[in-house]
């Protein structure tokens, strides 16, 4: 069963080839359809499939029975292609779910299974890189040319464009979750002191209820234990600070972007989080090009409306923005 997805505010594409979408993540998943003038005619949010390790196959079947109800409700539109984003390592060029610990899959060829059950061709990519591609084409970057997309959410990962142009390094870039950023604490990766480890939403707080007995419901609540003066939780919000800026002093280092924009969870704490990043960002940056940082701007349906793109840019043969 089915329910609509939150976060869409009827944001259009513009004029081209009517396609579904397709974002998979670690609990549920979206899809969408989008007509020719580049609306969203369906949008929905269901649970992902999860079986183990047939996890993958199950998640091919369901968007195709996510695509006949689709096709059913809207006899008019008919799709061209199709994007799929799915978690864990991705391999966009060969079009293969490389690993994911949490879901189950080794070296998955989810692009072959999807245009066998679906009919159409079909874009696959890594979920974090097809909400950058939203944000770099339609939202907060759309003004730039070389950009660092970051997610920070329950992991950390990022999307690189360089020169209009997605670099994906077959699946390896933008694991900026897994830079190390401090001697503890271990991470999921099997190394330890990982930026993820220590500053995504989820390890802020794990991090503080270790700290402090105290379990809370979220980053959220963190932010605000601190703002209230929770010494703990200072101390934790002020290390996931500080390995955030030293991670994107080196990613600045190295790619000199001209933008880097934050999305995920953590981004909605706002200038909680931007102001004293920048600060800490500027005074570890010498002579480099400092960055702008910006929020990213499309919101929850990021994901289905960048593999909408990245769909159309098939059909439109307009892969050459893929670089490897």
Known sequence: MSSPALGHQGRSLGAGSAVL????????????????????????????????????????????????????????????????????????????GVFSENLGWTNFPFRDRAQATLGVPVSFSHDVRGAGEAEYRLGAAKTFRDVVFMAIGTGIAGAIFIAGTLYTGRGMAGEVGHSKVAGAPACACGGAGCLEAVASAGAIARR??????????????????????????????????????????????LLAPEAIVIGGGLSQAGAALFEPLQARLDAILTFQRRPQLLAASIGADAGVIGAAIRARDLVEGSRGRLRR
């Open 21 to 96: 979408a397709f974002d998979v993540g670690g609990t549920d998943m979206k899809a969408a359809l989008v007509d020719e003038a580049g609306s969203i005619a369906d949008i929905v949010r269901v649970p992902t499939p999860l079986d183990g390790q047939r996890t993958a196959g199950a998640v091919v079947t369901r968007i195709g029975e996510l695509a006949a109800d689709f096709l059913a409700g809207h006899p008019h539109v008919h799709p061209q292609a199709a994007g799929l984003l799915v978690p864990g390592v991705v391999d966009d060029e060969a079009g293969v």
């Open 208 to 253: 503080y209820s270790q700290a402090s007995g105290v379990l809370v419901s979220g980053a959220k609540d963190v932010l605000d234990r601190a703002h209230g003066g929770d010494v703990q939780a200072i101390q934790v919000w002020e290390s996931a600070l500080d390995a955030l800026a030293l991670d994107l002093s080196h990613t600045v280092a």
